[in-house]
């Protein structure tokens, strides 16, 4: 499966993590032989949303921070297809806080990247929700003191189905994450580090490759507690699958519409006997 | 006119608390009178709390169809003894009280019924609901059979005990009722009885609910507010019959953005809210635009700003409608003026939604949603539903330019080709596009789709003498009232215009307005804003407004009294 787009004009930076994420994602999505008319992309609005311009698939580029929402709904109405939100830190943790935790309780079966720079890029240079304290910008001049968001605990306090963390300094790591998030069934959160080469010149890809590290094999994702302590860490960061809830059912498959009929509710027709049935039980 | 207004119809009130079992009583009794064979129209007004206060429910039993409610009280069963000051403005010198004094405490007029005291006799006081439901009936010579039956049925799951006990309250009830009657204590006109087999009673919310079943609408997505709920949580108790997606979102700003990725994905979705929740939504009406991704959005109005009133009545956000969502596109906005106009309606806008690709706004208020009286049942023929869903070839575009600005509509999976909607202005492919060449020619497209719209949309339709001197104005539930109000006063040189397509307005509009000496508007606003959009659109101004804001619709005697004063002498 090809995904390549051509020759197109990127609205990136040279040097910016973004082309690495989509270099991984591309090659999992043929790794994973999915085709392009079956895939969904869905992003909100930053440079990271920008990259279902650069894949060869449907794509759905709403509103500032609202992939999620309508990313829940492509996936219930039609479960054949694959859906994957490609959004940044301030897009998903930022603006669309509320629906990154609501979207973790209804568990959709869909893959969520977050291009994770710690700092909002298309609107040159603020704080984003995870930047990290101390941060100076244009904005906030003396530095950030609010405490950064932790993505992968609040996913863990919700007992999110998949949340992994990768950075793209580890491309091989983030393409075997990517994977293994799209094939999960259920909500998978891919928090991926990736450096801004414009507007962060703290958490650059050397920053990144100082202050992580990888899980190793003998790590269990289904220890919820110690998946507490790894997502609270930070001094290094771990990679890699940070926890993997017990199975349970998708957003879907929880949906009274698919309890008994499989078909996606797309090709389905109006009950005309039952409506009418109804509006005569309304008779005197 | 033949004698009092009375001999057409009865207006009955029930009044009380929050939670004292008015509800229950006026579910129960308009049952039984359509049962009956009368004609009927129940309209409440309610405080927004869940205990205490004064709710009311008037129950109007007519002779001939109604669609309005009246200010005056025949017979007012009051639950306690807040009420009188709470309805002291409906009552005449003719109205009747009954109730009991153990209640409602030593009012001048009231007619005592002991209902408590008897209540107990039987086991409970709680069955004097029961009783005063049978009271009403007697009152009316409804057949005792009648009412016993339908209570037998309807408490059946409740054991033989719950039964017979309101049975027994029903039937005391219904004795002391038909013996006021009787003997000529208490004497109401004779309501004539109609054969009512093929009729059917349902409320606003339902309509639009099942209109929407019929529009093909597999999903809804909503946050909770008064009074848009009534629909979702119609459908909710409904999806298992149909095959609905019913999903709670955590605020409005979600329930609009999944709708419109439900419609991407290719099914048909609304949302339902009010004012507060609507003005949530406005970004994503405005991504609708922009997408030309079709949706349905149903606005139940209620008074505002902000909170407002939250359980009353207003035609406040007529212009939040228009307006709503940065940046120009077109939409459609359907206000039904009755039930089975909001079937229809609520069916039509999943059409014209899809075939335009177009946000879709259907404007009710809280009187409307919660009103409800016996009407034809709706018409399902045809049994179909237009499909405007294309197969997408491998070289499909999303937003081909196209003469008539409609770019055909594929969905994802279904088909060869790629389906790529963007929010940023954008080229025929979906992709971002800064070329400002092209951003006009996109911009033109979208507009183009309005004069499109303009052209299969219905006439105004003038009701009235051809001649007429003057013309009155309204817009959705405030329309039928304005018709019994005309026919009332029964004047032969003023026309109506009922208007239940706000926007686009229909063409003829203008024309009509110019040809009257004298034209007023109707409504259920402080600012008169379908006066003020007909102003811009056809350069009218109206010599006149009658508007109501004070959180409850208007009554037919209300309507006579101000057209009257408005009226030119005939």
Known sequence: MDFDMGKIDIAWCPGCGNFGILTALKRTLAELQIRPRDLVLVSGIGQAAKTPHYVKANFFNGLHGRALPPATLIKAVNPELTVIVTSGDGDMYGEGGNHFIHAIRRNPDITVIVHNNMVYGLTKGQASPTSQPGFVTPLQVDGVFEEPFNPLAVAVALNASFVARTSIHDLELTRRIFARAIRHKGFALVDTFTPCVSFNKVNTRHWYQEHTYVLDDNYDPRDRTAAWQKAVETGPWPLGVIYTSPPKPSFEENLPVYKTNRQPLIDRKVQWEKLAALIDSRKG | ?570
């Open chain 2, 1 to 570: 006119m033949t004698g009092s207004p009375a001999a057409h119809d009865i207006s009955i009130v029930l009044a009380g608390e929050a939670g004292q079992g008015i509800q229950t009583i006026e579910q129960l009794l308009t049952a039984i009178l359509q049962l009956a064979g009368f004609h009927i129209h129940a309209t409440k007004e309610y405080m927004s709390r869940v205990r205490g206060g004064t709710n009311s429910t008037s129950i109007r039993v007519a002779s001939r169809p109604v669609q309005a409610p009246l200010q005056r009280i025949d017979l007012l069963i009051p639950l306690d003894e807040k009420v009188i000051p709470h309805l002291r403005y409906r009552l005449t010198e003719e109205t009747i009280i009954v109730g009991d004094r153990e209640v409602v405490g030593d009012l001048s007029r009231l007619r005592h019924v002991p209902l408590r005291q008897l209540a107990r006799e039987i086991g409970n006081e709680m069955y004097a609901n029961t009783m005063a439901l049978g009271l009403i009936l007697g009152l009316l010579a409804v057949e005792a059979q009648v009412m016993e039956q339908y209570l037998a049925s309807r408490f059946a799951g409740k054991g033989e005990e719950v039964v017979a006990n309101n049975l027994q309250a029903a039937r005391l009830g219904h004795d002391r009722g038909y013996a006021l009657r009787e003997s000529g204590e208490i004497r109401f006109p004779e309501i004539m009885r109609h054969d009512n087999a093929k009729e059917i009673m349902v409320n606003g919310s339902e309509a639009i609910a099942m209109g929407a079943i019929a529009g093909g609408c597999q999903c809804i997505t909503s946050y909770p507010m008064t009074p848009g709920t009534g629909v979702i949580t119609f459908m909710a108790q409904h999806q298992h019959d149909f095959g609905l997606l019913v999903e709670q979102a955590e605020d409005e700003i979600a329930a609009i953005n999944m709708a419109l990725g439900a419609w991407y994905a290719g099914a048909r979705a609304m949302v339902t809210t009010s004012g507060g929740g609507f003005a949530l939504m406005t970004e994503g009406i405005s991504l609708a635009g922009m997408l030309e991704t079709p949706v349905v959005i149903h606005l139940g109005q209620r008074p505002g700003p902000a909170t407002g009133l939250p359980t009353r009545t207003e035609q406040g956000d007529l212009e939040l409608a228009l307006y709503a969502g940065h940046g120009e596109f077109p939409r459609i906005i359907l206000a039904p003026e009755s039930l089975p106009g909001a079937f229809a309606l609520s069916r039509q806008a999943f059409d014209l939604a899809d075939r335009y690709q177009v946000p879709v706004i259907i404007l009710t208020d809280q009187y409307l949603v919660d009103t409800y009286y016996n009407t034809a049942a709706f018409v399902l023929d045809p049994r179909q539903t237009s499909r405007f869903i294309v197969e997408s070839a491998e070289d499909y575009q999303r937003y081909r330019l196209t003469p008539d600005g409609i770019s055909p509509r594929a969905i994802p999976g279904r088909g060869l080709g790629l389906v790529g909607v963007d929010s940023d202005e954008h080229d025929e492919a979906g992709h971002i596009t800064e070329d400002l060449e092209l951003r006009v020619k996109m911009v033109d497209k979208r507009l183009h789709k309005l004069e499109k719209i303009k052209e299969a949309l219905l006439p105004a339709g003038l009701a009235g003498p051809g001649d007429y001197r003057a013309i009155v104005v309204s817009w959705g539930s405030v329309n039928p009232i304005v018709r019994e109000a005309l026919a009332q006063l029964g004047v032969n040189d003023v026309a109506q215009i009922a208007i239940q397509q706000v926007y686009p307005l229909p063409a003829d509009l203008g024309h009509y307005l110019a040809a009257a000496d004298k034209t007023i508007i109707v409504e259920n606003n402080a600012t008169a804003q379908l006066g003020h959009l007909i102003q811009r659109e056809t350069g009218h101004g109206f010599h006149q407004a009658i508007l109501k804001y004070n959180g409850l619709p208007f009554t037919v005697e209300e309507l006579v009294d101000d057209l009257q004063k408005c009226l030119p002498a005939s």
